[in-house]
């Protein structure tokens, strides 16, 4: 079983920028590839950005490209999503997620998932 818990959420302005943090514990935080989603109010759940479990692989939504950055740091069993640039349409409720056998860009294939921490952005 793993426990995932994301942090770093909050109210920002336009233009803003933010940085989440998502901190396992459970199991071998580097045998799981790990995943950013997150669900904006009367939407569906959205696919953010991943990355292998060596890091050495990255995937990004189109929406999200040039202005989120996502990193792992093994050692610590910690994922980061790092937000610039942040408009209104970022604001969502915003989930890590773990994969136990590759990075995959959908929801579904994700074994694991933390609470969500919210990201509110003011125009």
């Known amino acids: 079983q793993v426990q995932l818990v994301e942090s770093g959420g909050g109210l920002v302005q336009a233009g803003g920028s933010l940085r989440l943090s998502c901190a396992a514990s459970g199991r071998a935080f580097s045998n799981y590839a790990m995943g950013w989603f997150r669900q904006a109010p009367g939407k569906e759940r959205e696919f953010v950005a991943a990355?292998?479990?060596?890091?050495?692989?990255?995937s990004y939504a189109d929406s999200v490209k040039g202005r989120f950055t996502i990193s792992r740091e093994n050692a610590k069993m910690t994922v980061y999503l790092q937000m610039n640039s942040l408009n209104p349409e970022d604001t969502a409720v915003y989930y890590c997620?773990?994969?136990?056998?590759?990075?995959?860009?959908?929801?579904?294939?994700?074994?694991?998932w933390g609470q969500g921490t919210q990201v509110t952005v003011s125009s």
């Open positions: 997620a773990a994969n136990t056998v590759m990075l995959r860009v959908t929801a579904s294939a994700y074994d694991y």
């Open positions: 990355i292998s479990r060596s890091g050495g692989s990255i």
